[in-house]
């Protein structure tokens, strides 16, 4: 019976939330932080899918570092029976949320 069990890692599912961490270069600003905060939260105001989201500035979650350079978004979905469209999946919603940052040149980790 072990050996026909799948090995590997759980596969995500959606639980209806995902968080956005990402860090600035070291000695960057809480403000500049805050600039780069609002910029994601701008762009993650713009997707049907998402019910709400709150950030804090200065809190990897990834990490557990607690740094002027880094900030965290947590994001709380549309409940499933009103996402019911492909691109408000959380996969699609990730894949549209990765090339949308991606133009945000200032943090070099995400």
């Not at 910029?39 to 500035?57: C, P, Q, W």
């Not at 999946?89 to 200032?106: K, P, T, W, Y």
Request: aromatic content about 10%.
């Amino acid at each position: 019976m072990l050996l026909k069990k799948p090995t590997g890692f759980i596969p995500m599912e959606d639980e209806g939330r995902m968080y956005v961490t990402f860090e600035l270069p070291e000695a960057s600003s809480s403000t500049r932080t805050q600039e780069v905060m609002k910029k994601l939260r701008d762009i993650l105001g713009e997707f049907k899918g998402m019910n709400h989201y709150t950030s804090v500035a200065g809190l990897n979650v990834v990490t557990g570092a607690s740094k002027p350079n880094s900030g965290t978004i947590f994001c709380m979905l549309k409940p499933w029976d009103e996402r019911t469209d492909k691109s408000e999946q959380l996969f699609a919603m990730v894949a549209q949320l990765q090339a949308r940052f991606s133009a945000i040149r200032e943090p070099t980790y995400w």
